[in-house]
């Protein structure tokens, strides 16, 4: 994905990027605690859960300008390390509604294509249903409706849909625990 140029209804004009993190630090931890929070009823991360991602998983993020918009939190999966799992992607509140959450998918999937990645799933509530055309648009398909569970606070259920999408052809994945050439080094904490 290119940069991009969006305005704002005041006339300002931003600069769209997405950007995968290379060092992490306690200010972007913070943000995608804020930002899934914004997005979702319930919250995925703590701050310790939050900074492992960073260490262990990979993080995306939406930048306007150099403020971070959006977050996009994926990890491969145990038995098939050529594949990832989209574990939360939210945008801020003011920014959505204008077609950035398209651009910073597929701004994510080809940054996963380019590291061998071969497909990509999610979960998504079957409630959610600007989020599941988001995925769909994009080429993402459903592959099944998982059983109902009890909703958050034990009233009521919910349902959600597993979906995937292929990506181009890639390299085989290495083994776990072993490195990738196209692999980029992990994750550095700040000093």
């Known amino acids: 994905m290119q940069k991009f140029q969006i305005a704002t209804a005041s ?80 945008i801020r509140p003011g920014w959505r509604g204008k077609g950035l959450g398209h651009r910073f998918l597929h701004g994510v999937l080809e940054r996963l294509a380019a590291r061998g990645i071969r497909a990509v799933t999610l979960m998504v509530s079957a409630d959610n249903r600007r989020a599941h055309k988001l995925y769909s648009e994009v080429g993402f398909e459903t592959m099944a409706e998982l059983p109902e569970r009890p909703a958050k606070g034990g009233v009521g259920r919910e349902r959600f849909v597993a979906m995937t999408m292929r990506l181009r052809e890639a390299p085989i994945a290495a083994l776990p625990g072993q490195e990738l050439a196209s692999d980029r080094p992990p994750v550095e904490p700040a000093s």
């Open 11 to 90: 006339g300002r004009s931003y600069d769209i990027s997405v950007e995968e993190v290379d060092r992490v630090d306690e200010h972007l931890v913070q943000t995608l605690v804020e930002i899934d929070l914004q997005t979702f009823t319930e919250s995925t991360f703590s701050r310790y859960t939050a900074a492992a991602f960073f260490l262990s998983g990979r993080v995306f993020l939406l930048k306007a300008d150099d403020i971070v918009i959006g977050t996009c939190a994926c990890m491969r999966t145990w038995d098939r390390p050529n594949e990832v799992h989209l574990l939360s992607m939210g």
